[in-house]
């Protein structure tokens, strides 16, 4: 069974106290969560520098890699290279890379399947948008993303982690409801039982998750952790949204 799973997301920020007082306020974190930091790049370094020396169980991130094995790509970063680098979780195919970056399901099935040969753990995140929703097409084009994904990839990993962020909650202030969080990821299992059943599953949600919402969400037994962007950014914030998950220590996933 795996833990629950808290994950950071700084995007192309960096916390306005920094680093090192980011990382001194969390030394002590709840037990039974794992927590996973995602830095900028250049910044993975001088990150594990402070976990190291302050001993916090926070684990590396990073927010992308290539879906290239190696050779003449500028600009890219290659799974086999943030595995060397002491990176643990990789996250793909994040809607801000979709919409802004042009990724699209295949690509991010390559990805996957690089992330996942190199002995990375990704964070494979779908999500629709709000034109989407309001015309009730969610659950197919979830089905979509998984699947196309999928294709790409040559097995479905002993663990999958799927983070379910609705682009329309995300940076808006405008969460799913705990309800509605819950409906989609026991649609999301559906799908990807109907691809492997050997697969365990472990659902976060993302989207505007805050220290005020964080515990009526991991209430819901179908959400096994949080992707945290805006939040993530102050220890203060970050860490009580942890403390808010200690609840889902109870509520682990089912097999998908
Ligand atoms: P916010 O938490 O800022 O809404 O961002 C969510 C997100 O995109 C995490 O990947």
Redesign the pocket.
Known sequence: MTSPLLVA?W?MNLPPEGIAEFVAALTRLPEGIEVAVAPPFPFLGTFAEEIEGRGARIERAAQNCSDRESGAFTGEVSAAMLRQAGVSHV?LG???RRALFGEDNRLVGRKLRQAIGEGLIPIF?IGEDEETREAGRTAALLERQIVEAAEEMENLPDVLII?Y?PVW????GKNASPEMAAETHAGIRRIVGGISHETELVILY????TPDNAASLAAQEEINGF??????LSSEKFGAIARAMRQMEENQPAEG
């Open positions: 997301n995007k996250i994040h809607s801000e995140c983070a962020e909650a995300i940076g808006t993302g989207g505007s998750v992707l945290v962007g805006g939040a993530s």
